[in-house]
Nanobody
Framework: QVQLVETGGGLVQAGGSLRLSCATS????????MGWFRQAPGGEREFVAS????????YYGDSVKGRFTISRNNAKNTVYLQMNSLKPEDTAIYYC?????????????????RGQGTQVTVSS
């Protein structure tokens, strides 16, 4: 299993911004694509965004389109999630995931490795 380390969560007021980072020591086929999903207390998993590390193809969940941007730095084996115009309903634990089959697979909430998660809380 690939080790993923998320950072950047925290508390922010509605309308504010946060940037999450996810670093991995792996740069092999096992990390062909990386992404994020989130889960609020008592809620279901929700796909947020994914990116293929080599082609750059991205996918976004409908609720975050236009507000969140996923990007990658292949030299640092790191993926970022820039979150702008945050809303209270964005409050959740955000998990970084990876899968060798591509960003489209992650968009279906399929993945082979997952990080421990980082809490994002948006106050109204």
């Amino acid at each position: 299993q690939v080790q993923l380390v998320e950072t950047g969560g925290g508390l922010v007021q509605a309308g504010g911004s946060l940037r999450l980072s996810c670093a991995t020591s792996e740069r092999t086929r096992t990390t062909y694509a990386m992404g994020w999903f989130r889960q609020a207390p008592g809620g279901e998993r929700e796909f947020v965004a994914s990116v293929s590390l080599y082609s750059g193809v991205t996918y976004y969940g409908d609720s975050v389109k236009g507000r969140f941007t996923i990007s990658r730095n292949n030299a640092k084996n790191t993926v970022y999630l820039q979150m702008n115009s945050l809303k209270p309903e964005d409050t959740a634990i955000y998990y970084c995931v990876t899968d060798p089959r591509g960003s489209a697979i992650i968009s279906k909430l399929n993945f082979t490795s997952r990080g421990q998660g980082t809490q994002v809380t948006v106050s109204s």
